[in-house]
């Protein structure tokens, strides 16, 4: 699954890490030119403000909730 999303400013840094720590599986984040795993505050935030990113998960993996917490992001 990918989730196309903005982060905003440092909070949205923070706010994304806590979420992607609260599950057990992979999550990484895209930008244009790297991969990131959205568990590691420091590597988010060298992510750019108020640019499309990309979240993305595994197939198979049940993240219905994911996919409405990060409706905050859109």
């Known amino acids: ?4 999303f903005e982060l905003r400013d440092k909070d949205d840094v923070l706010k994304l890490n806590r ?3 609260s599950y057990g599986f992979d999550i990484w984040v895209h930008d244009e030119e790297k991969m990131f795993d ?3 505050l420091l590597a988010l ?3 750019p403000f108020n640019k499309t990113l ?5 197939d ?3 993240s219905r909730s994911l996919l409405r917490e990060m409706e905050d992001f859109q």
């Not at 990309?54 to 595994?58: F, G, P, Q, T």
């Open 1 to 4: 699954m990918v989730i196309h």
């Open 19 to 21: 979420l992607a720590t």
């Open 38 to 40: 959205a568990k590691t």
């Open 45 to 47: 935030y060298t992510l």
């Open 54 to 58: 990309k979240l993305v998960v595994e």
């Open 60 to 62: 198979g993996v049940e």
